[in-house]
């Protein structure tokens, strides 16, 4: 499958093998949080006042120990960050969310391959499973920084 995703700053939408949407919601949120490289950092520039974040008990994730966050804001589910001790990458988020029709449903979603682009690690490896609905895998092929995009793309969305 072959998807693009698009945000400028206030709307978002995706074209992808069924055509082009405009992203809203838990959608549009995710896609404001995976514009930023370093996911604290979208939390903290994101976040409506109220953002909190509390280390708890470390963990291994893979056999390697993880530093535990929980990432708090005040309109959103809390989210469990793992970060790997030695390389200080996230490796694993958590969280419960509420799916329309579907009802509460946990996402685990793990990232790995890191790469450097542009003088930062990206990962290029996303695995994420919605317990009991689905599990998706994306591998970044390319990635590309500071490219040219034109304007018109977000007014035909």
Known sequence: ???TKGWDGTRGWELGPTGA???EGFELNVMKV???VNPFVAQRA???PGLRVERIDDA???GRPHYVLIVRTADGPPATMFIDRETKLVTRSTLTIQMPNVGEASIVTDVGNYKLVAGVRVSTTMTQVAEGIATTN???DDTSVNTAVDASIFASR
Do not use: D, K
Request: net charge neutral.
């Open 21 to 23: 949407r405009t992203l």
């Open 60 to 62: 291994h994730v893979n």
């Open 138 to 140: 994306v591998i970044i």
């Open 34 to 36: 995976q514009s930023f």
């Open 46 to 48: 994101l976040a409506p």
């Open 1 to 3: 499958i072959e998807q």
